[in-house]
T-cell receptor, first 116, second 112 residues
Framework: GAVVSQHPSWVICKSGTSVKIECRSLDFQATTMFWYRQFPKQSLMLMATSNEGSKATYEQGVEKDKFLINHASLTLSTLTVTSAHPEDSSFYIC????????????FGNGTRLTVT | DAKTTQPPSMDCAEGRAANLPCNHSTISGNEYVYWYRQIHSQGPQYIIHGLKNNETNEMASLIITEDRKSSTLILPHATLRDTAVYYCIVRVAGGGADGLTFGKGTHLIIQP
């Protein structure tokens, strides 16, 4: 149980374009999902908390207008990287937990974004 | 969240038990010890968690000292596929309403 699916697994885009990453909870409802970013040889850094039906909360230093988060249903959160630049190239990972079952956080398999 | 300290890297021979230590001397009474691992280019994988009693599942065993200031994750028969970065995280039950905070973890390398 508690499977989190992320799509796409990798994407290449040109500078200035936008990219959308999807995160789905497959067998449970997730009122809250978390988005992380990981640069090479570094640990995961929490970017934002995605809340179903309300605005996301962003960690300090993360631009909310650049990283748009939409959590429109109990099983789907999306992260859109707007006007992407090469420095946005990174590994983006989402996570969620089944609060009803008090389960641990489970993570998607990540999305490798390369901006050329 | 309580801070954790882990060695940056460890080697272990294939087939042997891998024992990964973690210090969490400032752990609070309601905080659990969680272990995750991240295989290269994948998302973190939940392994095990515990409060004060030792825990075992199909993946690993977790030994927590009586004073709860340290713990050890044991992979009983390490395989090459266990090569990964292992993260020890202290957090309230389930991980709370906030996202987990990851440190640098231990890079475990299983040697053939």
């Amino acid at each position: 149980g508690a499977v989190v699916s992320q799509h796409p697994s990798w994407v290449i885009c040109k500078s200035g374009t936008s990219v959308k990453i999807e995160c789905r909870s497959l067998d449970f409802q997730a009122t809250t999902m978390f988005w992380y970013r990981q640069f090479p040889k570094q640990s995961l850094m929490l970017m934002a908390t995605s809340n179903e039906g309300s605005k996301a909360t962003y960690e300090q230093g993360v631009e909310k207008d650049k990283f748009l988060i939409n959590h429109a249903s109990l099983t789907l959160s999306t992260l859109t990287v707007t006007s992407a630049h090469p420095e946005d190239s990174s590994f983006y990972i989402c996570s969620a937990r089944d609060f009803q079952k008090n389960s641990p956080l489970h993570f998607g398999n990540g999305t490798r974004l390369t901006v050329t | 969240d309580a801070k954790t300290t882990q060695p940056p890297s460890m080697d272990c021979a294939e087939g042997r038990a891998a024992n990964l230590p973690c210090n969490h001397s400032t752990i609070s009474g309601n905080e659990y010890v969680y272990w995750y691992r991240q295989i290269h280019s994948q998302g973190p994988q939940y392994i095990i968690h515990g409060l004060k009693n030792n825990e075992t599942n199909e993946m690993a065993s977790l030994i927590i000292t009586e004073d709860r200031k340290s713990s050890t994750l044991i992979l009983p028969h390490a395989t090459l596929r266990d090569t990964a970065v292992y993260y020890c995280i202290v957090r309230v039950a389930g991980g709370g309403a906030d996202g987990l905070t990851f440190g640098k973890g231990t890079h475990l390398i299983i040697q053939p």
